[in-house]
């Protein structure tokens, strides 16, 4: 049996809900996950036959293009970063500007 | 594309969020401007990028994840030497895309004091988010940031302090700098 | 269940949520390991929470490595505007919820479970991987606490 203490402590712990897009939000993070397995796995795949056929005809065109690719996603990782960079200082220093004008 | 665009706007239906047009006063700020971000990611590029980052990095993991479903993200940032480089009108004109019921302002903040105005627009499909803009403008810069997809503002607030991201204090000073940042002007020595 | 674990852990709203999306996530890969039967909802309610009290736990310990984010109280944290904030017993809970949040890691999980998910100390210790009797001395010690903390700063309450 739990005294009155307890009691508050169970109001207090009382279960919350998330915010209202959170279902929507893990039911698409969930498909992007079983699309990205199925994807790993097709890429695998390939990377397998692609590997196979390197050695079988050890051309030099493929390890390029292999490189190029790299380097683009490299660039393409650093745009992503600056885009991100910009968003997120600005959209701090909305937050902030809202909460001085709520207080 | 020419024969669809008039069913669309015949119908009153919003245009899709990646049809956004930059008029053509601010596409051309670019020549006035001392300082130019101009983002370009669309899907597939936003893919490759995702895949450079590192799944053991706490940090790029997430960040993997919060872009993991998005369809494009596009900042165009311009800062000037002097004030009133854009007009208004320009600005009015990109604003009228982003009508109800597809899109809510879901924040607009003014401040006469440094004339600087700040607004945050949401799309929604179906209770779900599919589009985030930003729209900051100030005398002397202006910012537009478009994404297509779903990603909620709070989580891109809350990068700040991770990955090089500066974390801004509610004084607007920059807090200190996360270990890549630390690192990388190591490596810089 | 496992977003209000985990939100009454860490107190953060949007860290709770990230934990909470993790463990469904795992789930969704871990589901075919559940076999039918008529104990399966029992053992993916034992295994949800279970998960998400550790996930919630490696979160409290990645955030101490990292610089802290908050940027204040976010609106959605604010405390519901139908309670009157005269209440005392709002504020009483109110108090409460502070003074969990800032046990310490095993303490805290362990009041979790206990008051809000209503599990006996059995029940916590197979979750939590620690003995019975190490449950129960976490249960004493932070009841003690939370009483000697609440007397103090809001007199007599109960």
Known sequence: ??????????????????SPFFEARVLATVRRDAQARRARWRMWWASAVAASLLIVTGSAWQYQKIEHERIAGEQAKARLELALKITSVKLQKISHKVEQIEN | ??????????????????????????????????????????????????????DKDADEAHVKQLVGGLKGIFVKSFEFDEANQYSQADIEEFRAQFRPPAWSRIVSARSKKNGENSEILLKTDNNQISGLVVIVTEPKELTIVNIIGNIRPEDLRD??????????????????????????????? | MVFSIAYHYLRDRSAAEEVAQDVFLQLHRSFDDFKPGPDRDAHLVHWLRKVASHRSIDATRKRRTQPATGLGVALDDAPPPSVPAESKDFLLQQRLETLIGSLPEKPRMVMVLRYQEDLMPEEIASLLDMPVRTVKSHLQRSLAMLREKIDRSMGEIR
Do not use: C, H, T, Y
């Open chain 1, 1 to 18: 049996m739990m005294d009155d203490f307890e009691k508050q402590i169970q109001q207090a712990l009382q279960r919350k809900d998330p």
């Open chain 2, 1 to 54: 594309m020419k024969r669809i665009l008039p069913v669309v706007l015949l119908l009153g239906l919003p245009l899709a969020a990646q049809e956004i047009k930059m008029p053509p006063g601010l596409d051309k700020l670019a020549a006035k401007a001392s300082e130019v971000v101009d983002v370009n990611l669309d899907g597939a590029l936003l893919q490759l990028a995702s895949k450079f980052l590192s």
């Open chain 2, 159 to 189: 990068l700040g302090g991770k990955m090089g991201i500066p974390k801004i204090d509610v004084g607007g000073a920059v807090k200190q700098s996360d270990k890549k940042n630390n690192d990388k002007k190591e490596d810089e020595k």
